[in-house]
């Protein structure tokens, strides 16, 4: 039995890696569709009228700088929970209006955003972690 508390405990001291493996993941995935939304700008535009979003180019142009911005706050863990909710409030919007939403007819299109959507879960919920900017920033000082 001692020797299970001893690799729980070994694990709970490399509890602090999580929150960083989720942000560089999110912050690799984002700072690709900004590029891609950058690169391909018209494209973006003329897919999000296609979709009947409202204000398609300025939807266009806020969701590329909230993906392209919110990649590098997240790698550094700046402001992570705001960023984090921003990044989760536009997957969420994405599997419903592209992907037709996770409980509609059978896809398999929508898992990077819905995974996405649930590290950003956690990373709202969690915070950056102990290494980021948020923590030097904003930890409360005792």
């Known amino acids: 039995m001692h020797f299970f508390y001893a690799i729980r405990n070994g694990l709970n001291r490399l509890w602090f890696i999580v929150p960083i493996v989720f942000r560089f993941v999110l912050s690799y995935g984002f700072i690709m569709?900004?590029?891609?939304?950058?690169n391909q700008i018209?494209?973006?535009k003329a897919f999000f009228l296609h979709l009947n979003i409202s204000l398609p180019i300025l939807s266009a142009y806020l969701v590329m700088c909230i993906e392209g911005i919110g990649a590098?706050?997240?790698f550094f863990g700046f402001l992570t929970r705001l960023t984090a909710l921003l990044l989760f409030i536009i997957m969420i919007v994405a599997l419903q209006v592209v992907h037709g939403g996770i409980l509609g007819p059978w896809q398999t299109d929508y898992q990077v955003p819905f995974f996405y959507a649930l590290l950003?879960?956690?990373?709202?919920f969690g915070g950056a972690g102990a290494v980021s900017l948020d923590r030097l920033f904003f930890?409360?000082?005792e």
């Open 33 to 38: 569709t900004a590029v891609a939304k950058f």
């Open 72 to 74: 590098v706050f997240l």
């Open 120 to 124: 950003l879960l956690g990373l709202v």
């Open 139 to 141: 930890k409360k000082h």
């Open 42 to 44: 018209d494209a973006t």
